[in-house]
């Protein structure tokens, strides 16, 4: 049954698609975003011509990025040209840098591509390939410190594994929760239920289960007793290249009472994915809250406008973290599990 009630513009637990800014006539604009059409990157388009950036969003966007300034101004454009902007910008403060940006958009660089605490300044394919889809939050950080000094290059192996990029979608929300992610092909149904579980948000204390529609496969994420005989429904003992890519869509199940059934899509093969961990790509959506009766029994509350229901929504709802979600899959490596 569907819920024909709206939910009050201030409850939606959701977070739309990353910002694109572009100028229509650009063929750099068009070149970057035929590659993230090409990518399955789904995006929020906005014309930096007909909207400008604020002040705001532009001190924002330029903390996030970590460039300098100038790096945000056109300095191929007629407007920087006309303005003699190459002289004017040594002599004004960042301030001063910051407002004349925001009078016009035509002034500012683009395509910008604004993402979940990182900003990406005109389009260089590798460098949005590397941050994009998965080599960047798959290669954590090199850690320096003064006293130790970084290891040479011949001492950090590089890592290329095969790896699938999937769409996981939490069937009857509306507004959608989906997350886009990458997992390396050598896990097993059980290591991929743990990803998943901190894909999405959860908290794993509940169990969980696929549905392999193709081949007629339940296949138990983990074992739930000592007692129970599995055989090779047993997800520690079945990898997912015995099903995948063939099952090209199939139904992870979580929490067996509120029943939260999710869709998984692979949408494509990577041949040289950088890591052995699985790396979230893109998002929308928080995580409803565990033990509240399922999809449905959410999406009335949701619905409801009572002090209690919105209190009760206010301490139970908790926003997806990307960063931090990435940074926990690290933890999750092929063969971890026994």
């Avoid at 960042?94 to 990406?120: C, H, M, N, W, Y």
């Avoid at 994009?132 to 290891?151: I, N």
């Avoid at 090209?248 to 990577?270: Q, T």
Wanted: glycine letters at 6%; a negative charge; charged letters at 30%.
């Amino acid at each position: 049954m569907e819920i024909e009630n709206k939910p009050p513009e201030r409850k939606v637990i959701a977070m739309t698609a990353p910002l694109f800014l572009c100028y229509p006539k650009c063929t750099t604009c068009k070149k970057a975003q035929k590659w993230l059409d090409e990518n399955h990157i789904e995006i929020t388009v906005r014309d930096i011509a007909k909207e400008n950036p604020t002040e705001d969003e532009l001190r924002a966007w330029h903390k996030a990025s970590g460039l300098p300034l100038k790096k945000f101004f056109n300095t191929s454009g007629k407007k920087y040209k006309e303005q003699h902007l190459k002289d004017k910008l040594p002599e004004m403060s960042e301030d001063e840098q910051f407002r004349l940006l925001a009078t016009d958009g035509l002034l500012v660089k683009r395509p910008i591509f604004v993402g979940s605490g990182f900003v990406l300044v005109g389009f260089k394919e590798a460098d949005w390939e590397k941050r994009l889809t998965g080599a960047e939050a798959a290669e954590p950080p090199e850690l320096t410190t003064q006293e130790t000094k970084p290891q040479k290059a011949a001492e950090q192996p590089k890592v290329s594994v095969r790896a699938f990029r999937m769409k996981v979608t939490l069937r009857g929300m509306k507004p959608e929760v989906w997350r886009r992610f990458f997992v390396p092909e050598d896990m097993t149904f059980s290591e991929f239920a743990e990803v998943l579980i901190r894909v999405m948000g959860w908290t794993g204390r509940h169990m969980a289960a696929f549905e392999l529609p193709k081949s007629g496969m339940n296949i138990i994420a983990a074992s739930w007793t000592d007692e129970m005989q599995l055989g090779e429904r047993d997800g520690r003992k079945v990898k997912l290249t015995q099903y995948l890519p063939d099952e090209k869509k199939f139904i992870f199940v979580y929490d067996m009472g509120d029943n939260w059934e999710h869709e998984i899509v692979v949408e494509d093969i990577r041949e040289n994915y950088p890591a052995l961990h699985a790396a979230v790509l893109a998002y929308e959506g928080d995580c409803p809250p565990e033990d509240c009766g399922g999809v449905w029994s959410f999406m009335e509350k949701l619905a409801k406008t009572d002090a209690e229901t919105e209190k009760w929504l206010a301490e139970s709802s908790h926003p997806y973290n990307m960063e931090g979600t990435n940074v926990a899959l690290r933890e999750i490596k092929a063969g971890n599990q026994k």
